[in-house]
């Protein structure tokens, strides 16, 4: 496990807008925020310490890191010098964190998770919501994918939740404004799967192009039907991009190496790659492109972003791709366009109505409609991608869990030190908190007489987080300056890590 590289040691809080903090909590008996014994000192009494928690039978076999034994004082480079070791920050016995992963999160992340000494709950599919909300609970961390709805009703069931990792690239399924008011962190994977839907993407140009899901299911029923009419090369052909980020640009090379040529949309001005052009309006995009594809956010703008309008605006025979969200597209509006022959053929693999797993019933008015390829939301689904994301969001949560650090977070303020020092009684503050002015006052006060090596702060909307490394401080010491930050009537988080 290691450090990201590191922030400046300043402190930057920036300007706040003042708000009353929505769900302060304390979380005595949380144990990703209390705090218990360094090594060689006695555990602190003023607050409840943890319970440890009894190993459930899905939990990892792996021997749990006690704190302050084989994880400390490993060298690292870089940050104090050659000789001046780095201490390894565990929260406190991490056997008992507890981790729910749901929707088949890829083995490389039970395994990192697990070599963590976490106990670790899997499950191959999303659970019904109130399943959830009892699961829920009692875990520390939760890893989903897109099939689970992390909502405002299900998050507050979530008693010691403050971490959610999404195993996609996605985060619309989490109510991410309520998990950051509530101090819970969400990290993604931004694009470890944008390779594989944009692959995809390729593919269905040219089957669409050529009729081929319909030629493949009459073959199927042993139907004989060579035919040449409106099928066609891609080659020459232009493309529309909608949304030229991650997936967009990727696609954008990817077509132009085919012979395409490239177009795209974005509500932002982007560097075109190759020799792709951004035209000013969706309108326009859709009035020359042959081929049509969706690569934007599932966001209240980008919502029936596709209806009648859109799709008459399109060329006659010309093809239609989402792989992005199902809210993206008027599905009725759709399946009449190509009903109609207007719209030549389609790709659709998002749905607003997605079954919530593998075997579920499936249902939709584009079943039956001519040339069009359905799949089950499979845009992110290699074995790269997978293994790729479960490595990538597994070591964002442990930054998170044993350093505190936030870098990465979809919701919440961007914080990261560097390493803290290899010594006796040093300790990370972590201090999620409403964002209103006098905060760092009330901070700096009460750690006036302790030795502060360094500090950083950051906000995002209603919430900031402080992370400060304190050293020479005493057990008795430790637990006054957690209660004291505890108890400030800002307070949403806080914890100390070892
Ligand atoms: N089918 C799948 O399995 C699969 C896999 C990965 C991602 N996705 C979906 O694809 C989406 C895009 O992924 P990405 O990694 O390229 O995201 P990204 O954030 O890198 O890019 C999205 C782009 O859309 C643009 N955008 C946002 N709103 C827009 C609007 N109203 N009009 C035009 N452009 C707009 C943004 O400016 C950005 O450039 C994801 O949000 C996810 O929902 C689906
Ligand atoms: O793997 C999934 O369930 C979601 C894939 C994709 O939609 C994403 O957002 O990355």
């Known amino acids: 496990m290691s450090f990201a590289p590191s922030s400046p040691p300043s402190v930057s809080q920036q300007q706040r807008a003042p708000t009353t903090p929505s769900t302060a909590r304390v979380m005595p008996t949380n144990v990703m925020n209390t705090p218990t014994a360094p090594q060689g000192t006695s555990a602190p009494s003023t607050t409840g310490a943890a319970a440890p928690a009894a190993p459930s039978t899905t939990s990892s076999a792996n021997a749990p890191n006690t704190p302050?034994?084989?994880?400390?004082?490993?060298?690292?480079?870089?940050?104090?010098?050659?000789?001046?070791?780095?201490?390894?920050?565990?929260?406190?016995?991490?056997?008992?964190?507890?981790?729910?992963?749901?929707?088949?999160?890829?083995?490389?992340?039970?395994?990192?998770?697990?070599?963590?000494?976490y106990q670790v709950e899997t499950h191959a599919k999303a659970l019904a919501e109130d399943v959830l909300i009892e699961k829920i609970k009692d875990v520390h961390c939760?890893?989903?994918?897109?099939?689970?709805?992390?909502?405002?009703?299900?998050?507050?069931?979530?008693?010691?939740?403050?971490?959610?990792?999404?195993?996609?690239?996605?985060?619309?399924?989490?109510?991410?404004?309520?998990?950051?008011?509530?101090?819970?962190?969400?990290?993604?994977?931004?694009?470890?799967?944008?390779?594989?839907?944009?692959?995809?993407?390729?593919?269905?140009?040219?089957?669409?192009s050529r009729q081929l899901g319909d030629r493949n299911n009459e073959m199927h029923q042993g139907i004989w039907s060579k035919v040449s009419a409106n099928c066609y090369e891609i080659r020459g052909k232009t493309l529309g991009i909608v949304g030229y980020g991650h997936i967009g640009s990727q696609l954008s090379v990817l077509a132009e190496s085919m012979g395409m040529r490239v177009y795209f949309h974005d509500v932002v001005p982007l560097m075109p790659l190759g020799t792709s052009k951004q035209v000013g309006s969706l309108d326009e995009l859709l009035e020359i492109s042959d081929f049509v594809t969706l690569h934007v956010p599932e966001t209240e703008d980008t919502k029936n972003m596709i209806g009648e309008h859109e799709l008459n605006k399109m060329k006659q025979g010309s093809f239609l791709i989402n792989a992005s969200r199902g809210t993206v597209v008027q599905i009725s509006a759709l399946a009449k366009a190509l009903r109609s022959g207007h719209i030549g053929g389609a790709a659709v693999d998002v749905f607003p109505k997605e079954p919530a797993a593998n075997g579920k019933f499936?249902?939709?008015?584009?079943?039956?409609?001519?040339?069009?390829?359905?799949?089950?939301?499979?845009?992110?689904?290699?074995?790269?991608?997978?293994?790729?994301?479960?490595?990538?969001?597994?070591?964002?949560?442990?930054?998170?869990?044993?350093?505190?650090?936030?870098?990465?977070a979809v919701n919440f303020p961007?914080?990261?030190?560097?390493?803290?020092?290899?010594?006796?009684?040093?300790?990370?503050?972590?201090?999620?908190?409403?964002?209103?002015?006098?905060?760092?006052?009330?901070?700096?006060?009460?750690?006036a007489d302790h030795n502060v090596d360094?500090?950083?702060?950051?906000?995002?909307?209603?919430?900031?987080?402080?992370?400060?490394?304190?050293?020479?401080?005493?057990?008795?010491?430790?637990?006054?300056?957690?209660?004291?930050?505890?108890?400030?009537?800002?307070?949403?988080?806080?914890?100390?890590?070892?």
Not at 88 to 99: H, M, R, S, Y
Not at 367 to 378: A, K, M, S, Y
């Open 68 to 117: 302050g034994t084989e994880i400390r004082g490993r060298e690292r480079q870089g940050s104090f010098g050659g000789s001046t070791r780095a201490k390894v920050l565990k929260p406190f016995n991490t056997a008992n964190i507890k981790i729910l992963l749901l929707e088949n999160v890829n083995e490389t992340a039970v395994r990192a998770l697990r070599d963590q000494g």
């Open 142 to 208: 939760v890893g989903i994918r897109s099939k689970t709805k992390l909502t405002k009703k299900v998050l507050d069931a979530a008693e010691k939740l403050g971490v959610i990792g999404c195993f996609c690239i996605g985060t619309n399924q989490v109510d991410l404004e309520h998990a950051a008011s509530k101090g819970i962190a969400v990290f993604n994977s931004p694009f470890s799967n944008s390779r594989s839907v944009a692959e995809l993407v390729i593919a269905e140009i040219v089957l669409l």
């Open 362 to 408: 499936f249902e939709s008015e584009l079943i039956g409609c001519p040339n069009t390829l359905l799949t089950p939301h499979i845009g992110g689904s290699t074995e790269e991608a997978q293994s790729m994301i479960g490595v990538e969001v597994s070591q964002a949560l442990i930054k998170f869990i044993n350093n505190g650090t936030s870098i990465g």
């Open 414 to 447: 961007e914080v990261d030190l560097r390493a803290i020092r290899d010594e006796e009684n040093s300790i990370r503050l972590c201090y999620t908190h409403a964002n209103v002015p006098g905060v760092l006052l009330r901070i700096t006060n009460i750690l």
């Open 454 to 498: 360094k500090q950083f702060s950051d906000s995002k909307g209603k919430i900031a987080y402080l992370m400060a490394d304190i050293s020479d401080v005493t057990p008795e010491q430790i637990q006054d300056i957690y209660r004291r930050v505890s108890e400030t009537p800002t307070n949403i988080v806080t914890r100390v890590l070892y």
